[in-house]
């Protein structure tokens, strides 16, 4: 028989991929490289050992409640299935409930597992397998963090004499590969030391159910029971904690299970043990990612660094001098990739330490450095005011030092107005942010919380005099106390009579610019457009000097006269304007009236104004600004990512107080343009970057006006 060259090179490389292919390794060379007894102390048979030595160091933990009462954090809706349908509902009130896994990581018997497993939990058992045999031990709770999803046990020494337990040894799960073997261990449907094998199917996954998570997904099989328990790699070392699985139609596994990383849980040990909770770090800003839109707008890279949106005052981001709308691209040296990498880089910091944090301000890069402070476990609780304690529409805060130096204030005393309610009582009076308030009703200012309880303890209605210093110069401004809480039973806000102006009482400087003998009426500080003020031909700086024949003495007597009247009704209003006085005729309407006639403009936004009453409901962080009524769809509102609810900030970077400042500065844009807005949404401020489809003309006035 003859065979061409060729046929004999086919059938030896026919040979050679044969003999491969039954070579051990070949399906995962590395997992059997570690298989082979000569690389794993183990033996061969690696997974019949792992289950044989590890086993007696997992646990099942179970406990006694009258009702489960959970806080832990709240899972994506595929996640929760699985953590209702096991840990959800009544438990009978003395039976013991199977709860999930746990393991033993020291002789002392100290036992890790989750969070969830524990919460709400009374009277915790442990049952450990000791020579083929079940033992319940009783535990006691060392430490939790719910962030994290973590807990620490440990056995009831009581319950034991000067025993030594088997435990795990920890691994590196950031030497983990995908495609890697790892073995889970736990309790599942109450099945006793049931183990699992699987590989490593991706790494740092997140469920949106905590800031901190980096999940290893793996497909080794994960059910209701096995939380709690270890994900062991090939050596029998604990890389991670099985934590959530997405849940099929029965509730059982279907392939993806996460498991925290153990390396976390090594950062955080040390804090459960000795302090029983977790200390992190609190850098005090809110941060979202940087879209397309923000970039452009910013004139960044797509996905660099982070946007700062809402910054505590007097926190550490804000001592640090960063500001709102800066861009930080780098925290602690290393580049911040996402809100996400920001917030696992500060929590990782010890609170107390010095951290250089890089941000870009109008396109130059800078280096801050801020001394990180305590993340708080619980929010503080907000309370509803009083509807008997004097209010101002007013934000106060300490005087800062270097300010008071210059002022000759004495260490605390005074009170610096940080924000404003747009047509509060202290809006209405004149004062305006950064004045720093001196004396109050006579009293001097003593101390923030000193002023605080004295406006709260004036009953609604009171006229007080404020006396400020602003430009290093001091003045006083009259101020009628109000009430937050008090009720709206006599007219709603739609049915109220509506002038359309903001305005505020006349200082006694103001009244010598004017030519005034004294003090009186009020001063149009805004007029909003297509309102009755706007036809009347009201202007901003026009002095209110009486209404319908009556005197208007300050901005008490104003109000007091508009709640006698109705929408409809026809007033004279006597102005004081350049030294002149006039008189202007309005027809008065109401704010919906007003709304209707703006329109949506050409972003599709709907907006009206904030009232104090308004502001209180809505539980609004923020004074000044319009909220959005209505995003009109497929307009660049919607697109740009507008809800209703939402309160407009600035445009631009530049102050909206009221609808009219909305429509101005939508004039000022360009066709084309795309217009940054600061927005608050649910308590915390972000960004938003839209484009502008058309302009909007503001209405003209009325000839002869």
Sequence with gaps: MHFRLPSLLFCASLLTVFVWLLAPGFYFPESALALSSKNNPMGGDVFVQIAKTKNPAVVNVSFKSGRRVSNSKKLPDAFQDYLDRFFGGDLPPDIPRGAGSGFIIDAQGHVLTNHHVVDGGEDIRVVALENGAEVEYSAVLVGADAKADLALLKINPQ??????????????????KVGQWVIAIGNPFNLD????????????????????????????????????????????????????????????????????????????????????????????????????????????????????GEVVFDGPAHKAGIKRGDVLIDFDG??????????????????????????IRDGKNRTLTATLGVLEDKPKEASLPDPSEGWLGLEASEVPKGLADALGLKNGSGAQAVELTPGGPAHQAGLQRGDVIVAFNGRRVASIKEFGARVKSLPPGTLAQMEIIRDKKKSTLSVTVASLGESETDKTLSERAWLGIIYHGVSAKAAENLGMDKGRGVQVVDVIPNSPAHEAGLQIGDVALGFNKR?????????????????????KLKVLRDGKTLTLEAVLGTLDETLKAFGSGGFGLEIESVSPETAGKRGLKNSGGVLVARVHPGTPGQRAGFRKGDLILEMNKQAVKNPSDFHRQQKASKKGDTVLFLVERKGTTIFLAAKLNKTRQAPARRRGQ
Aim: hydrophobic share 35%; charged share 25%.
């Design 334 to 359: 290393k580049p911040v990739e996402s809100k996400e990498d920001l917030s696992k880089k500060i929590a990782s910091a010890p609170p107390g330490s010095t951290v250089p944090v890089k941000i």
């Design 551 to 571: 005197t208007i003495e300050n901005s008490a007597d104003f109000q007091e006269e508009m709640s006698r009247l109705s929408p409809g009704d026809a007033v």
């Design 159 to 176: 319950d034991v004499s000067d025993k030594k337990f088997p435990y795990l040894e920890f691994g590196d799960s950031d030497d983990l």
């Design 193 to 308: 030391h049931t183990v699992t094998v699987g590989v490593v199917s991706a790494k740092k996954r997140t469920i949106g159910s905590e800031p901190y998570e980096e999940f290893i997904q793996t497909d080794a099989s994960i059910n209701p029971g096995n939380s709690g328990g270890p994900l062991l790699n090939i050596k029998g070392e604990v890389i991670g904690i099985n934590t959530a699985i997405i849940a099929g139609n029965a509730g059982g596994n279907v392939g993806v299970g996460f498991a925290i990383p153990i390396n976390l849980a090594k950062k955080i040990l040390p804090d459960l043990r000795q302090k029983g909770k977790v200390v992190r770090g609190y850098l005090g800003m809110m941060a979202q990612d940087v879209r397309p839109e923000l970039a452009t707008s910013y004139g960044l890279e797509p996905g660099k660094g982070v946007l700062a």
